[in-house]
Structures are given as C-alpha cells and as structure tokens.
C-alpha cells in the first residue's frame, strides 16, 4: 500500500521565518505534488514535479518554492512566512495517470 | 479550461436514508471526473472515477456516480448511508491527455449523518 508521508501533523511559525514541509512517498512515484486546502475553497495546487530536480508552478505558486533533490522527497519551502500562508498542505504523490494518493496534511500556522 | 461546481457546501441527513452530493463541471474537451473523501484529520483518498465507458461507476463504501455528458455533471449517490460515512467530498476533473498536475478540485461538500 502506498504510504505518502508528511512529517509534522500541526506546525506553528511566527511571521518572517522560513518554514520547510516536508513529505516523503515509498512507491517510487515520479509525480509528487503540494496542494493548500482552506474552508470554502477547496484544494489549490502550489508546486508539481515529474521527476527529481523538475519542478512546475501550480495555480497559487506565489511566496513558495520547492525542493526535489530526491525522487521520494519533495518539500515545500516558506521563504518568509505570512499570517495569509496559514492553511492546511497536503502533498499527494502518483506513477503515471493513476489516481493521487494523499498524506494526512500538515496543519500551519503563521502567528 | 475546466472548472467543477459542487452545488452544496453541506448536507446533513439522517442515518439509513439516501444522499446525492452534486457535481457539474465545464470543459470545451473530454475529461476524466474524480471523486474524492476527506475522513476527519486525514488526507484525501479516491472514492471512484469514470474514464470511460459505462456512464454508472461504482466505488468504493456503497458509494456511485453516473456520468451524464449531457447535463455535464457527476453527481454521487449512496442509497442507504452511515454515521461513518461523515467526511467531506471533493469532486474533481482532469482533461484528457492532462497530467495529474491539472485535476481540478471542487470547493467540497460535507455530508454529516446524524443518527
């Protein structure tokens, strides 16, 4: 079973720092994405990547950036860190056109 | 480009009854449409998805969809459901050819069962 796995559940940072999420997969996926959910809005892709060290920009790519220098690892970086990027981030991971499977989220918050 | 509506942010019903989530979308190509669950403190996992041929997909927990190319819509159902079935659900769309970089999600539905 594929196992998508986020290393904090819940995450507080104050506002300025910089604030690295990370998310590891086990199946040897080549996709791996980061998404933000908020209520009312549904699930906005931030970052995508095919392959290790490729990245693209999603729909809301603006104050972050992402890091792939391994094929299971892909992380999401706050440079600097805003009360707006509180959210809950969820990374999914695929092979090919298969469906995407999702890590349990990690829940942030930028005081 | 593709959007999906889903048409009702939250739908409470009673324990043992049946329910309908509703889902239309918008795309000048053919897609591919998804539905998505959402268990409290978890991530999303896949419920069911129509690619192609019989328009009636089954999925899994009881739960189907009918694809209905005509009213552009994918709507799920379950006929009888359960306390445990209380998650939100997205509904989502990709075009074909896309990559899993284009699936479009909806804003979600939360169905609470009551007892």
């Known amino acids: 079973d594929v196992k998508v796995t986020q290393s904090s559940r819940y995450l507080v940072k104050r506002t300025g720092e910089k604030v690295f999420l990370e998310c590891v997969q086990d199946?040897?996926?080549?996709?791996m994405f980061w998404y933000r959910q908020d209520p009312g809005l549904g699930l906005r892709l931030i970052y995508f990547s095919y392959d290790v060290k490729m990245k693209e920009k999603g729909d809301i790519p603006e104050g972050y950036s992402v890091s792939r220098e391994k094929k299971e690892r892909f992380s999401l970086i706050l440079e600097s860190a805003s009360t707006n990027q509180t959210s809950m981030y969820l990374c999914a991971s695929t092979r090919g056109s298969s469906p995407l499977h999702f890590g349990n989220g990690t829940r942030l918050t930028v005081t | 480009a593709q959007s999906v509506t889903q048409l009702d942010s939250q739908v409470p019903v009673f324990e043992e009854a049946p329910v309908e989530l509703r889902c239309n979308y918008s795309s000048s190509v053919s897609v591919y449409l998804f539905w998505y669950v959402q268990y409290p403190n978890q991530g999303l996992q896949l419920l069911l998805k129509?690619?192609?041929?019989?328009?009636l997909v089954k999925g899994i927990n009881g739960f189907e969809a009918e694809f209905n190319k005509s009213q552009t819509s994918f709507h799920l159902r379950k006929p009888s459901v359960h306390i445990s079935d209380t998650a939100e659900y997205f509904c989502a769309v990709r075009r074909y050819g896309g990559s899993q970089g284009n699936l479009i999600f909806g804003k979600g539905t939360k169905l609470s069962v009551k007892p």
């Open positions: 129509y690619l192609s041929g019989s328009t």
């Open positions: 199946m040897d996926h080549e996709n």
